[in-house]
């Protein structure tokens, strides 16, 4: 099935630290959507972003929509211990819910 | 308001069998989408449902199909079940308005196929 390019990966920081990801796409989307997923639960919607070059900030979270509309960037600052889990990106386009999600990126932080 | 709840969480079913999973939006959501969860494929798209109708659907078998209900309840249907579908379930609701394209999802149910 399609994924999006995710990176890094995994991250493995500090408490304090700040953190960033980013999320690639060959094709163009209208709506990019940033989730948080802890283990064993759903998905949860963190930041949405419509409109290429917007930057959209939830508490210490702040995404930005790329100008080509193929790509996505989500910083985190002053991580703390809660913000551990897996970072989704998620990409729209057309007039479907359907949604193409990244490869993930997992997050640990250290105390 | 009530976030999308799913039942069961958890399901232990047998090759061949058949499993129908269960799925309450937010209330006021009309659009309800499926998605399965693998730790090889991600997150992928199974279909959507809106006003009852199938409105969009992912690259899956026919095995796998779905309907809803005029209250927007979903539900999904696994038939002749085989080990690959061992998953984690989840489905999303979704908005109607300007903002129809965030979609908030379930816990999940973890179907396992022994």
């Known amino acids: 099935g399609q994924q999006l390019n995710q990176s890094p990966q995994s991250m493995f920081i500090q408490e304090g630290e700040d953190v960033s990801m980013n999320c690639t796409s060959s094709?163009?989307?209208?709506?990019w959507l940033w989730y948080k997923q802890d283990p064993g639960e759903g998905p949860v919607l963190l930041i949405a972003?419509?409109?290429?070059?917007e930057l959209t900030s939830n508490g210490r979270l702040t995404a930005q929509f790329g100008i080509t509309r193929k790509d996505s960037f989500l910083n985190i600052s002053a991580s703390i211990p809660s913000d551990v889990g897996i970072y989704f990106c998620?990409?729209?386009?057309?007039?479907?819910?359907?949604?193409?999600f990244g490869t993930g990126t997992l997050l640990a932080v250290q105390p | 308001k009530a976030g999308v709840t799913q039942t069961p969480r958890y399901l232990i079913k047998t090759r061949g069998q058949q499993v129908t999973l269960s799925c309450s939006p937010i209330?006021?959501?009309?659009?309800v989408s499926w998605y399965q969860q693998t730790p090889g494929q991600g997150l992928q798209f199974l279909f959507e449902?809106?006003?009852?109708?199938?409105?969009n659907k992912g690259n899956f078998p026919g095995r796998f199909s779905g309907r809803q209900f005029s209250n927007s309840r979903s539900e999904m249907n696994v038939s002749t079940l085989e080990l690959g579908d061992s998953a984690l379930y989840l489905c999303?609701?979704?908005?109607?308005?300007?903002?129809?394209?965030?979609?908030?999802f379930g816990p999940g149910t973890r179907l396992t196929v022994t």
């Open positions: 998620a990409g729209q386009s057309g007039a479907t819910n359907k949604l193409i």
């Open positions: 972003l419509y409109k290429a070059g």
């Open positions: 094709s163009i989307f209208n709506t």
């Open positions: 999303a609701s979704s908005p109607t308005g300007s903002h129809n394209y965030e979609q908030y």
């Open positions: 449902y809106f006003s009852e109708t199938q409105r």
């Open positions: 209330s006021g959501h009309r659009s």
